[in-house]
């Protein structure tokens, strides 16, 4: 069952209350950042596709105030594409993520931006992310998009094991449902990433100088 649990300024607060973990402690930025969107492709946010995720087009607009705010301080901002190609995750779901659904994005990468593709849950499979972060110096990722227990988990866990600091914007990620959503929230926390808002992480951005 799909569900809309996102539509508030409270869904930081409604979606860690009762959680914890090291992750939702007081945290500040190590090194130079960046900010990993995953997957905002109209597969998730249109609702019109087989897979559309109800609280995907609410955390477009908060996406889209970290993107802005990661452009306007000088700072990385990378997304990554889903596209499959016949690997684990079409066997898996038993489908693949054609080109109807593909190339939309629902926000726009400028053209001096990367554009990963790829085809398994984790972004630092095939080693041209960490290679990107590493030739940019980028000591901390700020990692939202969608589904917050799929892609956007399977990244933060690998992110922290190439030596990132991880933060999550707990209400700038998705996926199907709330549940889903809070055991992710609650796994990385434990051990992986800091989980912030988006408007929380965008005030500790105002103090980067890049």
């Not at 109209?42 to 705010?69: K, Q, W, Y």
Request: with cysteine; charged share 25%; aromatic share 8%.
């Amino acid at each position: 069952m799909r569900d809309a649990y996102m539509d508030g300024d409270d869904d930081h607060s409604n979606l860690t209350d009762g959680l914890g973990g090291k992750g939702l402690k007081p945290w500040s930025f190590h090194g130079r950042p960046a900010l990993l969107v995953m997957d905002m492709q109209s597969f998730f946010t249109d609702d019109c596709s087989p897979a559309f995720l109800p609280s995907a087009p609410t955390i477009v607009t908060r996406l889209r105030r970290l993107i802005d705010g990661f452009r306007s301080a000088g700072l990385p901002v990378i997304f990554t594409v889903h596209k499959d190609g016949g690997g684990p995750m079409e066997r898996w779901w038993g489908r693949g993520m054609n080109d109807e659904w593909t190339q939309e994005l629902a926000l726009q990468p400028l053209d001096s931006e990367s554009i990963l593709m790829k085809d398994v849950y984790d972004a630092f499979h095939n080693g041209s992310l960490g290679r990107l972060l590493k030739d940019m110096k980028v000591e901390s990722i700020v990692i939202g998009g969608v589904c917050t227990h799929l892609c956007v988990e399977s990244t933060v866990r690998s992110a922290f094991c190439h030596g990132f600091q991880v933060i999550v914007p707990s209400d700038g990620t998705a996926c199907h449902d709330r549940e889903h959503h809070r055991a992710s929230l609650l796994n990385m926390s434990h051990g992986f990433a800091h989980i912030d808002s988006s408007d929380n992480i965008l005030t500790k951005l105002e103090t980067i100088h890049d």
